[in-house]
């Protein structure tokens, strides 16, 4: 076996950006073409600045704190055991579902590689749950260094799909889908797939444990971040702008109408990196908030970790788009407001020194806490009228 050393900086940020790019890239192209093209590049582009706020924010808190937790660990410590279970409850019904979509992708993707009708939908899908559960109880010590290499081949696929598919690219699907009248689709989607919480505590604890430089933890963040949106801008527009009103939910499969079946297995593989990454990742997160945030042992948070995302089979494929946009309009704005409570509780009462500071004016604090409180409202009440 070769012994790849690979610095500590490098390893943290491809778990960062292979935990945030999971099930929601998928659904941008078509978010895109529902709210317009517009509106959904704006929100792209301000919610990739605001939740990097978010996430270094939140990486401060946990540099501020003894020991590496969820938030809803962190709630409890700082706000109040009522906000402590209310996050709980939202994170635990978003890793559940997100683990779920992750399933029914795989799933989905790994068909379009096999013969038509090789296999029954359930039969993948049963086959997708048990490799996914065999390595969600891997150590991530034990894969950091294997998903440096994954993260770089989901990265390098985003890119190359794009870059295949700029030449079929469509002007006249821009002047169609410029603007469309569900703008607030796209804010949740892409709000779902840019946020990274679940990434912040796996990182940092991988770069204590490697021993990294102080400047590594903010680094991580704003990099991989970076990297992300870079990939999510480039992934959105060219994929909506060759497929348009044909764009699916899965963004790859309406593709072949345009520009063949090779790009379809192509992206079939990407796709399959991309949520077994996410998946393994979001595994470890929900393993830590049940097991050091709420004292259940390792079996039972396994077999939680394993066995609980089976309960969402009922909504299937199909209603996926709407519920993510809801899911992350919702509880990706009330999370981003509660980072923000904890984080001023954490600098007033530090049990440690933390690697870096951010020394954010409450007056943008609010601003950015205000904007996600009113915009999850709205989401919930647009939901309601349609």
Known sequence: MFNLRIPALWEAIAVFVGTVIGSGVFLLPYAAIQSGIFISNIWLIALSFLLLIVHLAFGEVVLRTNNICSLAGYTGKYLSKSAQKFIFISSLVTLTFSSMVYLLLAAQFLGALLPANFLSFNILFGICWAVFSICSCINLSHISKFNLLLTIGEVGFICVIACYVFPYMNLGNLQNFLFKSDWLMSYGVIFYALNGLAAVPLVFSLLREKK???????????????????????????????????????????????????????????????????????????????????????????????????LFLFIGINGIGDLISLMGGVAGGLDGLIVFLVYMKAKQKPEKEPEYKLNLKPAIIWIIAGFFFVSSILQIIVKALQ
């Open 212 to 310: 990294a430089k102080p400047v590594s933890f903010k680094k991580v963040i704003i990099v991989g971040s970076i990297i992300v949106s870079v990939a999510y801008l480039l992934f959105m527009n060219c994929i909506a702008l060759v497929s348009g009103g044909k764009t699916t939910q899965d963004a790859i499969s309406g593709l072949v109408y345009f520009v063949g079946k090779p790009i379809v297995i192509l992206g079939a593989v990407a796709g399959i990196l991309i949520v077994w990454t996410s998946f393994i990742a979001f595994a470890q997160y929900l393993k830590t908030l049940l097991h050091n945030d709420f004292g259940w042992n390792n079996i039972i948070s396994t077999l939680t970790v394993i066995f609980l995302p089976l």
